[in-house]
């Protein structure tokens, strides 16, 4: 090719991407939108035990979460069952921290470090706040600080963090997906503007 030009390439999802084509220079890479993994990242989660990990203790955690909410509820809606509502509790409060440190875990395997990594950097803010409340409800629990009523609200407002911090993970799971999608789809494109090249 005898100077550079512009390549158009129409997508899977309607966009086009225009790629300007120098010679003698790489052409830059295209944005990888919202996949926030290097290829080294992604092989390391991939092949992680911690990984598998996680994806078997999250669902068992929000399930210890949703049993001991009923509990809660009934309690304060009715004033029976608190000894179970303590128990669920403390019970979701152990699920609790095997999570954090097992995630912490597979965060340093992931990306080298155990706490507030750049793309993981809110989700672990708000990890802090929910550890935060859930310690509050159990040091008031073991030493009598509250009322038993005061105790449980104490438990909604750890209860009501743990979800916010939930639905983080969630949304950036899905976000993760989506790039990874994407940047298949655009490797293939790429691949696709070299051989027409």
Excluded at 11 to 23: C, Q, S
Excluded at 50 to 66: D, E, R, S
Excluded at 119 to 124: I, P, R
Excluded at 190 to 196: P, R
């Amino acid at each position: 090719m005898g100077g550079g030009g512009i390549t158009s390439v129409k997508t899977t999802r309607g966009a086009h991407i225009a790629l300007e084509v120098i010679v003698g220079e790489p052409r830059k890479p295209l944005p990888r939108g919202s996949d926030f993994y290097t290829p080294e990242q992604r092989l390391r989660r991939d092949s992680s035990v911690w990984t598998t990990v996680q994806g078997v203790l999250a669902p068992l955690q929000f399930l210890a979460f949703a049993l001991s909410l009923v509990f809660v509820i009934n309690f304060l809606a009715n004033g029976t069952g608190y000894s179970a509502a303590v128990i669920s509790v403390l019970i979701k409060t152990l699920f609790l921290f095997t999570i954090m440190v097992t995630g912490a875990i597979w965060e340093k395997v992931v990306f080298g470090r155990y706490l507030f990594a750049p793309a993981f950097f809110w989700e672990d803010v708000v990890s802090m706040l929910v550890i935060f409340l859930h310690v509050a409800y159990v040091v008031s629990w073991l030493f009598d600080l509250q009322a038993p009523r005061e105790q449980m609200w104490l438990a909604i407002a750890a209860y009501t963090a743990y979800v916010i911090n939930a639905a983080q993970f969630l949304l950036k799971l899905r976000a993760a997906r989506v790039g990874s999608s994407q940047n298949n789809t655009d490797s293939v494109n790429e691949y696709a503007v070299e051989v027409s090249r």
